[in-house]
C-alpha cells in the first residue's frame, strides 16, 4: 500500500483533520539509519508527527521542523517536514534498545525521556521564524503534540501517531491522524469524537489490516458531513547537495578550513538526514579557502 496524505473537514469546517500512512518512508528512515526497533518506534511516530503538522504548511517554501528530547537514552529526535509532503530525520542514538513493557508494548517514553522539550519551529520566510515549545507531556509523540497545539497555539487537538512491526522488525504499519476543533465548534463536538476514538481500534492495528486512511477517518466521522479535499504523497527525502556542502565549508573561514587542510588528505562529509557521503581532496578544499573570509 503506498503512503498517502489526506486533508479533511467536517461539521462544515468545525472540524480539521489531516490524516496520513507513513510505513514506506519510515521503513527509507530505517534503512538509512540503521536504528534498533525501539528508536525506529520512536523515529517512525516522530516522522508521522512532523509530516502531519508540515501539511497544514500554506505555501511551497514554509518549513517546519519538530524536535524532542527529554533526556532520555535515545538523546533526541528532529524531524524536518515540507508543505508537500516530504520529510527528513535524525535521531540522536540510533541503537537505544529498552526491554519491551509488561504489555508488550516498545518503551518509546522511556527511550524520549520526560525531562525535557518539545520544540516546533516554523520558518515560514518571515524576518524570524516562530518557535513554540511546551515542556514533554508523556514522551509518547502523540500525546505531546496534542499537548503542544493545545497550550501553545490554544486548539484542542486529538493526535494519534503510532508504529507496528512485523517479524523481519521492518515498519508492516505506520500513521496516524490530527483532529482539530476550530474555534466555533460546538463543545459536544469534541466530546462524540474523542468517544469514538476511544470505541475504536489503533490507527495502525487498521492500517496493518488493510484499511486505508480514508476509510479509518470516514469511519471516525461517519454522519458528520465528511469532505475530503486534496491528498497527497508523503515520503523521506533530503535536499543536501555537494553545493550546500560547500557553503557550509566556506563559512568556516580561512582559518578553520587551513586546518583541515593541513593534513593533506581527502576530507570525507556525510550528511546525518539521508547519508550521503562528500569527499573534498585538499586541492577542492583549496579552491573553497579561496573564497572565505
Known amino acids: 500500500m503506498e503512503d498517502r496524505i489526506i486533508r479533511a473537514t467536517a461539521k462544515d469546517g468545525a472540524i480539521r483533520i489531516i490524516g496520513a500512512t507513513t510505513t514506506n518512508l519510515l521503513n ?9 526497533p525501539t528508536a525506529s518506534c520512536a523515529m517512525g511516530r516522530m516522522l508521522t508527527a512532523g509530516v502531519l503538522m508540515g501539511a497544514m504548511l500554506k505555501n511551497d517554501k514554509d518549513v517546519l521542523t519538530l524536535k524532542i528530547d527529554g533526556g532520555g537514552p535515545i538523546k533526541g529526535i ?3 517536514a515540507y508543505a508537500d509532503g516530504r520529510i527528513k530525520g535524525i535521531v540522536g542514538n540510533p541503537n537505544v534498545q529498552l526491554p519491551p513493557r509488561q504489555n508488550g508494548t516498545i518503551d518509546v517514553s522511556g527511550a524520549i525521556g520526560k525531562n525535557g522539550m518539545l520544540t516546533v519551529i516554523k520558518d515560514l520566510g518571515l524576518k524570524n521564524p ?3 515549545q511546551v515542556k514533554i507531556y508523556t514522551g509518547e509523540v502523540g500525546e505531546d503534540v496534542a499537548y503542544y497545539y493545545t497550550t501553545s497555539e490554544q486548539t484542542p487537538s486529538a493526535v ?4 507496528m512491526f512485523n517479524k523481519d ?7 496516524g491522524f490530527i483532529i482539530q476543533m476550530m474555534p466555533d465548534a460546538d463543545p459536544l463536538l469534541a466530546d462524540l469524537v474523542q ?4 470505541e475504536m481500534p489503533s490507527t495502525t492495528e487498521m492500517i496493518n489490516n488493510g484499511k486505508t486512511i480514508d476509510e479509518i477517518i470516514s469511519n471516525i466521522f461517519e454522519d458528520m458531513d465528511l ?5 497527497g504523497k508523503p515520503y523521506y527525502g533530503c535536499d543536501c547537495s555537494r553545493e550546500k556542502i560547500e557553503t557550509a565549508l566556506i563559512s568556516l573561514g580561512k582559518k578553520e578550513l587551513s586546518n583541515i587542510i593541513a593534513d593533506r588528505k581527502d576530507e570525507e562529509i556525510g550528511c546525518s538526514f539521508c547519508g550521503s557521503r562528500y569527499i573534498f581532496t585538499p586541492e577542492e578544499m ?5 573564497k572565505a573570509k
Open 169 to 175: 522488525l521492518e515498519a508492516s504499519a505506520a500513521g
Open 286 to 290: 583549496e579552491q573553497l579557502m579561496e
Open 160 to 163: 494519534a501517531v503510532g508504529v
Open 78 to 80: 528532529t524531524v524536518t
Open 130 to 132: 516562530y518557535v513554540g
Open 227 to 231: 469532505k475530503i479535499h486534496d491528498d
Open 28 to 36: 527509507e528512515a530505517i534503512r538509512i539509519h540503521k536504528t534498533t
Open 195 to 198: 468517544y469514538r476514538l476511544e
